[in-house]
């Protein structure tokens, strides 16, 4: 990529999402990790025995895992390097005139009131460790549905949160689970009741507002009986030099006949480590859509997974990621076929250049149980320049009696004949490549909320102006 | 282009300097077995095909893997895995296609099908495709099914016994790989081989 288109793009980025505020913590603890730090975040967040305890266990679990042997070098990350804690306001606001003037100056410049006010059914800010502002339609609230942080959540609903919090992502599930589970703070708590229908989305921000920290919230979600919502999540950063920690842990529960759309747009800056746990469990006829949006981050390692089980259980995934300026993006999915009658699609794209390297990393399980189940992959790779790369590594396993499962990758470059026909009707090369960019994650994009298309879109046009030549 | 039949050994180490279709028959009295070939690119423009083709029987159970390294321009392979699994048959393949930096122009694909015909078989497979070169092209593709229900129903209902109609569509599976060997005498020698 050429040197000044480089910095152009930096530049937008600095000017939409890179910016940073001046740091006006009401709580800040001290580098590194300890059952001290561990500790007194229990204490800040007033929280009961049992949680002071599952911490204390998890930090141990934490202790004695070793950092993943396959994927990108994790080496960099210094555990007693980081902040784990920054809180900025004292407590989480319910309108925007409330909000401390930096909160809110970042969030508006993000766009996050005007999305509230225009397409949104309920909205959560954080900014580092926790939130700092929440909103629910009223009407949805009269109808029981609750979003709200897992602070208010372990107070408020503690019975609900108890019932379902760390069941589906134990802290033995990986170092970075064991991580989340004894330092989370933030994220969202959803429930919505049964046969409740929540037609807008809800919506979360992340924000991390400082160099060297770690931010690890929790997302726990239930969707009960016959009901249907979509979650949609957006995450950036300002640019620092030095590097920051991103590793949430989500936790998604579809009852018997109902619907869940996650959707996630991941546009973390340059020096984020991304390493995210997100799991659902889909019971008897349910339906769990996965929508993943990966375009920032220096690396991230994330593969959203459904557990189908019970019969007729559905988990959808479609992906896209973008690797440019040596980003590595290792992401994937994992479907995970418990009973008989559960399908299954994963459609994952993924564009690479700048020298990005984009990996499809996923795992088709279908237990001896799963009879007649189903499961149907497709990845998809283009790499725009010399200097990037691509990789799939795919694991099916099928035990299950009368199951199909079919796989398809490819890998290629931008056909030059449908290249050179855009160019002969009068297109540039960049316009001409920028189109069929397009086109290829057009099957995603036309899933995503509009204003995060025309972002993406906007983004591509970006970064493809440096491509070519 | 030459025909290689890679027999009596477990591990084979390739470097084609010419056009090679090499052929690897699983040894249906077998009940436990693992193949490995590893067929390495350094001479340009050389290109090969690999073909696995077997039928395991009951209770027997292979280990399979195949990892085909593009390191020079104008190389192309074709890797194909043909499986047909019978009652309690096991199978772990993993497939890999690299091609390096310097290896552009090249084209890799690798297709691995498996027709269950027995209850309480397992088929794991992992085919990985690691590119870092942009002007290539590269592709796989993994199915695991049981024979079309229709086809069956069909077959049945023109007076085959159900073993029987298994066993066109069985021959059926294969043909459409064996198509691909054009010396007849070997395409027949190996359907003998397989039905």
């Given at each position: 990529m050429k040197r000044t288109n480089l910095k152009k793009l930096n530049d937008a980025y600095a000017d939409k999402f890179g910016f940073s505020m001046p740091e006006k913590s009401v709580l800040s603890f001290d580098f590194g990790l300890s059952q001290k730090i561990i500790s007194d975040i229990s204490t800040s967040k007033n929280e009961p025995p049992w949680m002071r305890e599952f911490r204390q266990k998890s930090l141990q679990v934490f202790r004695k895992m070793k950092l993943p042997?396959?994927?990108?070098?994790?080496?960099?990350?210094?555990?007693?390097?980081?902040?784990?804690f920054i809180k900025d306001t004292d407590v989480e606001k319910?309108?925007?005139?409330?909000?401390p003037k930096e909160i809110k100056d970042t969030f508006d410049r993000l766009g996050v009131p005007q999305a509230e006010r225009e397409f949104l059914a309920g909205v959560k800010a954080q900014y580092?460790?926790?939130?700092?502002y929440s909103s629910l339609q009223a009407e949805l609230d009269e109808q029981g549905v609750i979003f709200c942080s897992m602070e208010e959540a372990l107070q408020k609903h503690s019975d609900l949160f108890k019932e379902y919090f760390?069941?589906?992502?134990?802290?033995?599930?990986?170092k970075f689970a064991a991580l989340n589970s004894a330092a989370w703070s933030g994220g969202s708590f959803v429930y919505i009741p049964p046969?409740?229908?929540?037609?807008?989305p809800l919506q979360s921000y992340f924000r991390i507002n400082a160099a060297r920290m770690g931010q690890f919230e929790r997302t726990l979600i239930i969707a009960d009986e016959g009901s249907s919502a979509n979650y949609v999540e957006g995450c950036t950063a300002p640019v620092y030099s030095e590097y920051s920690l991103h590793a949430a842990v989500v936790e998604v529960f579809v009852k018997k006949n109902a619907r869940f759309r996650y959707t996630t747009i991941q546009n973390w800056s340059g020096n984020i480590y991304n390493l995210v746990t997100k799991r659902a469990k889909v019971f008897k006829d349910g339906v769990m859509e996965w929508i993943d949006g990966n375009l920032g981050a220096k690396t991230t390692m994330k593969y959203p997974s459904c557990y189908?089980?019970?019969?007729?259980a559905y988990g959808e995934m479609l992906s896209i990621a973008y690797a440019k300026n040596?980003?590595?993006?290792d992401t994937g999915a994992k479907m995970l076929?418990?009973?008989?009658?559960t399908s299954s699609k994963i459609i994952a794209k993924s564009v690479s250049l700048g020298g990005g390297q984009s990996n499809y990393r996923g795992l088709v399980y279908i237990s001896?149980?799963?009879?007649?189940s189903k499961s149907k992959v497709e990845c998809d790779a283009l790499i725009l320049d010399k200097d990037s790369a691509t990789c799939t590594y795919p694991d099916m396993k099928v035990s299950g009696e009368n199951a199909t499962m079919e796989h398809e990758a490819s890998v290629s470059e931008i056909e030059e004949e449908k290249l050179f026909y855009l160019m002969s009707r009068g297109l540039t090369k960049t316009e001409a490549m920028t189109l069929l960019v397009a086109g290829f994650i057009e099957p995603i994009v036309k899933e995503l909320p509009l204003e995060y298309a025309v972002e993406l879109n906007r983004l591509i046009e970006l970064e493809m102006e440096g491509s070519v030549g | 282009m030459q025909m290689v039949l890679l027999e009596k050994q477990t591990e084979f180490t390739l470097e084609p300097k010419v056009d090679t279709f090499y052929l690897v028959l699983l040894d249906?009295?077998?009940?436990q077995g693992n193949i490995k070939v590893d067929v390495s690119f350094k001479k340009a423009g050389v290109s090969c095909q690999l073909l696995f083709l077997g039928r395991l029987k009951n209770n027997s159970s292979w280990q399979l893997e195949s990892n085909t390294r593009h390191f020079v321009t104008g190389t192309s392979c074709l890797t194909n895995v043909y499986l047909s699994q019978s009652e309690e048959s096991r199978v772990d393949y993993f497939g890999q296609i690299y091609i390096d930096r310097?290896?552009?122009q090249t084209k890799s694909f690798l297709k691995e099908q498996s027709l269950i015909l027995g209850k309480a078989t397992y088929n794991r497979s992992r085919p990985i495709l690691e590119i870092f070169n942009n002007k290539v092209k590269a592709s796989h593709s993994a199915s695991s099914s049981r024979l079309s229900e229709a086809d069956l129903f069909y077959l049945m209902s023109r007076g085959f016994k159900k073993v029987e109609a298994q066993k066109i569509l069985e021959e059926a599976f294969f043909n459409k790989v064996l198509d691909?060997?054009?010396v007849e005498l070997a395409r027949k020698l190996i359907k003998d081989y397989l039905c």
């Open positions: 042997s396959w994927g990108p070098s994790l080496a960099e990350i210094d555990f007693e390097q980081i902040r784990y319910k309108t925007w005139a409330e909000v580092n460790s926790e939130v700092a760390g069941k589906l992502v134990p802290a033995a599930d990986n046969n409740t229908h929540v037609k807008r189908l089980a019970e019969e007729g040596n980003q590595i993006q076929h418990l009973a008989k009658n001896k149980a799963a009879v007649d | 249906k009295n077998v009940e310097l290896a552009s691909s060997i054009k």
